[in-house]
Structures are given as C-alpha cells and as structure tokens.
C-alpha cells in the first residue's frame, strides 16, 4: 500500500516522512541546497498491523505541483501536512482539491510543528483545518497534533495510518498489470532501472513487458520492492525494475511499463468532467489545458457534451496532443497552463472513443459510469454500435479483471461471435434492414431464387 504526503511548501512534509521513516526523501543535491523538495522522494514504512507500506515524499511549491500530481497518482492514502504556525495555506487547497479529484479513499491530516504554537493557537488551526475537510465533504477526516523535532505525536499517527489503511481495500493482483514511471535511471552493472507505483496486477522477472506509448517490448532483469530484492511487483507497491536491452534515453517520466501487449495508448477518450465553477462559465470552446494522467503530462482539448452548469459533471470527449495509457476508471486532473491553477478533473468512460455527437445524459447515469463497469461495458457497446465491440478490448474499455470481462460478456445480453460483442440493439437494426433488402430485392426480382450475398453485403454496407 502507499501513502503519499500532499501540502504547502516548508509545512514540514520531508521532516515528517524522515521522523517516521529514518530515511531523508530529498535526494538531489538542488534540494539540500535550496533546503526545499523539488522531485519525489521515497521511503519505506512499517506499521503495526500492515507491514511495510511505501511512503511517497512530495513538493510543496506551486511550481511543482505537476511533480506532486505525479506523486498523488496512484495511492492509497493522502497524508495532509498542515504546519501549526501557519495553518491552511494555498498550496494545502490545491493539494486537498487534487486529491479529491483523484479520489483517493482515505485522508490523514498531520499538524505538524506543534511544538512551536500553544494551546490557544493549536485550537485555532485544529478549528480552520476541521471547516477546510468539512466544506470538501471530508469531515471524518482524523486530524494528528505531531512534531518531528520532539516526535511527540508520531506513534499516534502511525497508529491512525495504520487504522485507516487497514479499511482500505487491497488491490487485486489477478488484473492487468501496469506501472506508470515516475523515475528512469542506470545503474552501473545492471543498466537502465524504473521506478513506479504498481497500479494494477502483478509482474514477475524474466517477464516481457511493453514500454507504452512507444511500444517498445523489454525483458524484466530484476525487481527490487522498498529497497530488497524481490521476484514479483504486486500491485499497491513501489517497485523499481531493471529492464534489459533497454537504453535509458528509450523510458522516462509519462512512459507506463504494461504487461499486455494489446493495451495501445490512445489520443482520444471519453470521459465524466467536473469543473470548477470559477473558470467553467468562461471556459472557451476547445480551450486548451494541461492534462495529468499518472505520471503523465500532456495537451489537452475538451468537448462538452450540450450546455454544463459550472461546477456540475458533464460527457466530455478529450483530444490530447500526445498518448496516454487508459483504461476505463482511470482519473485524471486538468489544469490552466496559464495562469498555472487547478480547474478540474474527470473520470475516464471510454479510453478508445469514436468521434461522434456527444447527448447529455441524466445525473443517475453518470453517477454509474463513472464508479460501474458494467456501465462503461454498455456505454462502449453503444458507441461501437455496428461495428462491434472487440471482447480482448473490455478490460481496458470498461476497467475491469479479465476474469471479471468474462463474467460481464456472458450476463451483458448481448450477441457475441468469435472475437466482437455486439449490443442487441444493433443487431436488431442490422436484420431490420437486411429483411427490408431481402424483401426489395424479392419484389424487383421474383424469378431468382434468392439474393447474391454479395448484392446483400453491398446493400447493407458490410
């Protein structure tokens, strides 16, 4: 399982992670001499009751929050560090609004420098935190007293941590695998590494593995988990993986290392947007934003789906400049290029949309779409209409297991052949007009003995 910290710069993120892990996540020699946190940084962390979770150490600086929406992705719970002598800061809105969006089950809040402020004053900024998490619908949230110089409080926040990241569903590992890559590197005798959080599903060494969105195929040397040798990543972990006949130049940042050969990358999806109700109002058609997906960064334009009330969700087509590596229910945040701010995000429906008109739909319907794949299943069904809907394609399509594609294809209700799946819909469309031909075709020739299936192929516009 992963945690990852999210809050305003100098609140005392990389303290706390140190103070709780033993390990310093600053790692570049920049960040000891500027004394902030400019990259990820990472540390293992063991707690009662859980074992040994990944922690993931992010900047602060609105500078960098394109590396914290990396760092974000991903985890299973956001640590919010809130420094007691200053109280909730811009940076601690973004983060929070970045998370939320993100929708990442379980919250922490750690007020760290406690030490520095007294009672009075602690109670204070107890109070504005508790409205913040309120007014974001997250009042549950706990929130942790902690100092990392005195290191008063910190077995109570290792207990909560614990506690909440004991209620937090574990990945499944009969999934797909995929690991966006947040870092590339060589290591003398060994060559090109990446580091990742494991998304989904589990590789083992020697395996082959894609490099997307450029294809490229390599063979897994070695995997390392927190730090020790390991023969599998499994999903929920951090893992760093040594890739052979790969030269560094070839992986970076943005890439996602899949363990399916099929999964292709995509410059089109559809997808449940939400903004924010400040800028949607005067947001220009097809205006172009940054997307973040994973540990990717990329151009984006959107297409809304009729007229969406500022801050409501809406259908949207997404066009973007480069790749991405999709799956239905994947999230994603969206972003100003300038001025740099945070505007929304969304939930992906159909990583491999069609151009076609976009209808609004109701409330209810885009409540299921973006938590059901069985929904997104009949959505994509739809889309694909005639054409079929490619069965090995379901699990990116509609997010699921394989396993759990199997089971959708067989309760869908629709008509299945070889390798397509076809909504009934369609199909009955389909023999409407080929009766329709079959009967013209009878009328203007009674004396054949039936219809050329080449003429009806033609007809049709098989």
Same mark, same amino acid.
């Given at each position: 399982?992963?945690?990852?910290?999210?809050?305003?710069?100098?609140?005392?993120?990389?303290?706390?992670?140190?103070?709780?892990?033993?390990?310093?996540?600053?790692?570049?020699?920049?960040?000891?001499?500027?004394?902030?946190?400019?990259?990820?940084?990472?540390?293992?962390?063991?707690?009662?009751?859980?074992?040994?979770?990944?922690?993931?150490?992010?900047?602060?600086?609105?500078?960098?929050?394109?590396?914290?929406?990396?760092?974000?992705?991903?985890?299973?719970?956001?640590?919010?560090?809130?420094?007691?002598?200053?109280?909730?800061?811009?940076?601690?809105?973004?983060?929070?609004?970045?998370?939320?969006?993100?929708?990442?089950?379980?919250?922490?809040?750690?007020?760290?420098?406690?030490?520095?402020?007294?009672?009075?004053?602690?109670?204070?900024?107890?109070?504005?935190?508790?409205?913040?998490?309120?007014?974001?619908?997250?009042?549950?949230?706990?929130?942790?007293?902690?100092?990392?110089?005195?290191?008063?409080?910190?077995?109570?926040?290792?207990?909560?941590?614990?506690?909440?990241?004991?209620?937090?569903?574990?990945?499944?590992?009969?999934?797909?695998?995929?690991?966006?890559?947040?870092?590339?590197?060589?290591?003398?005798?060994?060559?090109?590494?990446?580091?990742?959080?494991?998304?989904?599903?589990?590789?083992?060494?020697?395996?082959?593995?894609?490099?997307?969105?450029?294809?490229?195929?390599? +063979?897994?040397?070695?995997?390392?988990?927190?730090?020790?040798?390991?023969?599998?990543?499994?999903?929920?972990?951090?893992?760093?993986?040594?890739?052979?006949?790969?030269?560094?130049?070839?992986?970076? +940042?943005?890439?996602?290392?899949?363990?399916?050969?099929?999964?292709?990358?995509?410059?089109?999806?559809?997808?449940?947007?939400?903004?924010?109700?400040?800028?949607?109002?005067?947001?220009?058609?097809?205006?172009?934003?940054?997307?973040?997906?994973?540990?990717?960064?990329?151009?984006?334009?959107?297409?809304?789906?009729?007229?969406?009330?500022?801050?409501? +969700?809406?259908?949207?087509?997404?066009?973007?400049?480069?790749?991405?590596?999709?799956?239905?229910?994947?999230?994603?945040?969206?972003?100003?290029?300038?001025?740099?701010?945070?505007?929304?995000?969304?939930?992906?429906?159909?990583?491999?949309?069609?151009?076609?008109?976009?209808?609004?739909?109701?409330?209810?319907?885009?409540?299921?779409?973006?938590?059901?794949?069985?929904?997104?299943?009949?959505?994509?069904?739809?889309?694909?209409?005639?054409?079929?809907?490619?069965?090995?394609?379901?699990?990116?399509?509609?997010?699921?297991?394989?396993?759990?594609?199997?089971?959708?294809?067989?309760?869908?209700?629709?008509?299945?052949?070889?390798?397509?799946?076809?909504?009934?819909?369609?199909?009955?469309?389909?023999?409407?007009?080929?009766?329709?031909?079959?009967?013209?075709?009878?009328?203007?020739?009674?004396?054949?003995?039936?219809?050329?299936?080449?003429?009806? +192929?033609?007809?049709?516009?098989?």
């Amino acid at each position: 399982m992963i945690i990852g910290t999210a809050g305003h710069i100098d609140h005392g993120k990389t303290a706390l992670v140190k103070a709780l892990t033993g390990i310093d996540a600053d790692r570049l020699p920049e960040e000891k001499r500027r004394g902030i946190t400019i990259d990820l940084g990472f540390a293992p962390l063991t707690l009662d009751g859980i074992g040994v979770v990944g922690v993931v150490d992010v900047p602060g600086h609105e500078d960098f929050v394109r590396s914290m929406l990396v760092g974000a992705s991903g985890i299973d719970l956001g640590l919010v560090v809130v420094a007691a002598d200053e109280g909730v800061m811009p940076q601690t809105r973004e983060h929070l609004l970045i998370l939320e969006l993100l929708q990442i089950p379980r919250l922490v809040v750690a007020l760290t420098k406690s030490d520095l402020v007294d009672r009075d004053w602690l109670e204070l900024v107890t109070a504005d935190v508790s409205a913040l998490l309120s007014e974001r619908g997250l009042k549950s949230t706990p929130i942790v007293n902690c100092s990392s110089r005195t290191g008063a409080g910190l077995d109570e926040l290792r207990k909560t941590l614990a506690v909440e990241l004991g209620q937090t569903a574990r990945r499944t590992h009969d999934d797909l695998f995929r690991m966006p890559v947040d870092r590339a590197f060589t290591v003398k005798g060994t060559g090109t590494v990446v580091t990742g959080t494991v998304w989904s599903g589990e590789l083992a060494v020697d395996s082959v593995v894609t490099i997307q969105p450029a294809g490229t195929q390599s +063979r897994v040397r070695r995997i390392e988990q927190h730090g020790s040798p390991s023969t599998e990543a499994t999903a929920g972990s951090r893992a760093a993986i040594a890739l052979a006949s790969i030269e560094v130049s070839e992986v970076s +940042r943005g890439c996602v290392l899949v363990g399916e050969p099929s999964w292709r990358p995509t410059t089109q999806f559809e997808a449940v947007i939400t903004l924010d109700p400040d800028i949607a109002t005067n947001l220009s058609a097809r205006a172009r934003l940054r997307l973040h997906a994973g540990s990717s960064e990329v151009g984006a334009r959107l297409v809304l789906a009729g007229s969406s009330e500022a801050g409501t +969700r809406s259908i949207a087509r997404v066009s973007t400049d480069e790749p991405l590596t999709l799956r239905g229910g994947d999230r994603f945040v969206l972003r100003l290029p300038a001025p740099l701010r945070t505007i929304g995000g969304g939930v992906v429906i159909d990583p491999y949309a069609r151009r076609r008109s976009l209808a609004s739909v109701s409330r209810g319907q885009i409540d299921e779409l973006t938590v059901s794949a069985r929904s997104r299943l009949a959505w994509a069904l739809d889309a694909e209409a005639q054409r079929g809907l490619t069965i090995a394609d379901i699990p990116f399509r509609a997010g699921c297991t394989p396993a759990e594609a199997h089971i959708m294809v067989e309760s869908a209700g629709a008509f299945s052949d070889t390798h397509n799946l076809f909504a009934l819909r369609a199909v009955e469309q389909v023999m409407a007009s080929v009766r329709r031909i079959v009967a013209e075709y009878e009328i203007k020739s009674p004396l054949n003995p039936g219809i050329p299936a080449r003429t009806l +192929r033609r007809f049709a516009g098989a």
